[in-house]
T-cell receptor, first 114, second 115 residues
Framework: DAGVIQSPRHEVTEMGQEVTLRCKPISGHNSLFWYRQTMMRGLELLIYFNNNVPIDDSGMPEDRFSAKMPNASFSTLKIQPSEPRDSAVYFC????????????FGPGTRLTVL | AQKITQTQPGMFVQEKEAVTLDCTYDTSDQSYGLFWYKQPSSGEMIFLIYQGSYDEQNATEGRYSLNFQKARKSANLVISASQLGDSAMYFCAMRDRSNDYKLSFGAGTTVTVRA
């Protein structure tokens, strides 16, 4: 069975550019999560969706960040404009039902903003 | 307030020996879940094991077992018969109602298995 798929795996961009990260959750999973991991702050939940609807975006750092889930098999996290402090590993995770279920993570996207 | 505490930033273990990774948690909820994830140097987060607060038995998954001590609010991970491939960062996490069931992660423990 395919796990959570993320693309790209690595992204290097310059400050001010738009960055779009993509995620395909495990088929049949109804909840999708976006996390950010940095050395300083560890793993932070940015936003999560249930049945394609954003439920909690309280972790989104600022208006430069936006996330969408147009259908059950695809989600994007966009940063516009990007800044060097956005450099981190961004993970997408999915779970079968509600937020309380076990979350399975994708391989992550390592973002570097120069 | 810190909900998950992992006090061991790094540990060394000899191949084939067992290692225990400490995790303590803080919650006032009666119903909660505890998780352990492994993050090897390649970066992915791999789910290892889950323990529910009402589970009477300690969870086990192959060489992984969870030493759940509810009164002490600890959920230590035991890896038996360590292998070189167990070298990784290990994260303890909890979800509870007071945090809207969102996962709270500890800072992690780095395990290095020596041949």
């Amino acid at each position: 069975d395919a796990g959570v798929i993320q693309s790209p795996r690595h992204e290097v961009t310059e400050m001010g550019q738009e960055v779009t990260l993509r995620c395909k959750p495990i088929s049949g999973h109804n909840s999708l999560f976006w996390y950010r991991q940095t050395m300083m702050r560890g793993l932070e939940l940015l936003i999560y969706f249930n049945n394609n609807v954003p439920i909690d975006d309280s972790g989104m750092p600022e208006d430069r960040f936006s996330a969408k889930m147009p259908n059950a098999s695809f989600s994007t996290l966009k940063i516009q404009p990007s800044e060097p402090r956005d450099s981190a590993v961004y993970f997408c995770a999915s779970s079968l039902g509600q937020i309380a279920d076990t979350q399975y993570f994708g391989p992550g996207t390592r973002l570097t903003v120069l | 307030a810190q909900k998950i505490t992992q006090t061991q930033p790094g540990m060394f273990v000899q191949e084939k020996e067992a290692v225990t990774l400490d995790c303590t948690y803080d919650t006032s909820d009666q119903s909660y879940g505890l998780f352990w994830y492994k993050q090897p140097s390649s970066g992915e987060m791999i789910f290892l094991i889950y323990q529910g607060s009402y589970d009477e038995q300690n969870a086990t998954e192959g060489r992984y077992s969870l030493n759940f001590q509810k009164a002490r609010k600890s959920a230590n991970l035991v890896i038996s018969a360590s292998q070189l491939g167990d070298s990784a960062m290990y994260f303890c996490a909890m979800r509870d109602r007071s945090n809207d069931y969102k996962l709270s992660f500890g800072a992690g423990t780095t395990v290095t298995v020596r041949a």
